[in-house]
């Protein structure tokens, strides 16, 4: 098992960036395939990005309303995953979510572990 607790979020300025990470403990999160999903309330969850390891290379994806302006990384050392946001905009407005899959995947329903989630407000 693995758990997870992301931190990060706030309040920022339309054009602003912000860092989110998700520190996971038991496993490592090299032994998962890690995503980042959002939810407004009244809405659906919301797949962001995931990365994932197979061997010595790393694969990303992500979705098409952030791709360019969202960076998703992890460090080892560290157990985290982050999610750099730059350019954001009030849309992004949400609660973002850390989450842990088996392999990796765009549907939130695919990951067993997930974090409490962090809040993010950007101002027009």
């Known amino acids: 098992q693995v758990q997870l607790v992301e931190s990060g979020g706030g309040l920022v300025q339309a054009g602003g960036s912000l860092r989110l990470s998700c520190a996971a403990s038991?496993?490592?999160?090299?032994?998962?395939?890690m995503g980042w999903f959002r939810q407004d309330p009244g809405k659906e969850r919301e797949f962001v990005a995931h990365?994932?390891?197979?061997?010595?290379?790393?694969?990303?994806y992500y979705a098409d309303s952030v791709k360019g302006r969202f960076t998703i990384s992890r460090d080892n050392a560290k157990n985290t995953v982050y999610l750099q946001m730059n350019s954001l905009k009030p849309e992004d407005t949400a609660v973002y979510y850390c989450?842990?899959?088996?392999?990796?995947?765009?549907?939130?329903?695919?990951?067993?572990?997930w974090g409490q989630g962090t809040r993010v407000t950007v101002s027009s």
């Open positions: 990365i994932s390891w197979s061997g010595s290379s790393t694969s990303y």
């Open positions: 038991g496993r490592t999160c090299s032994s998962y395939a």
């Open positions: 989450a842990a899959a088996r392999v990796p995947s765009t549907r939130a329903l695919e990951y067993a572990y």
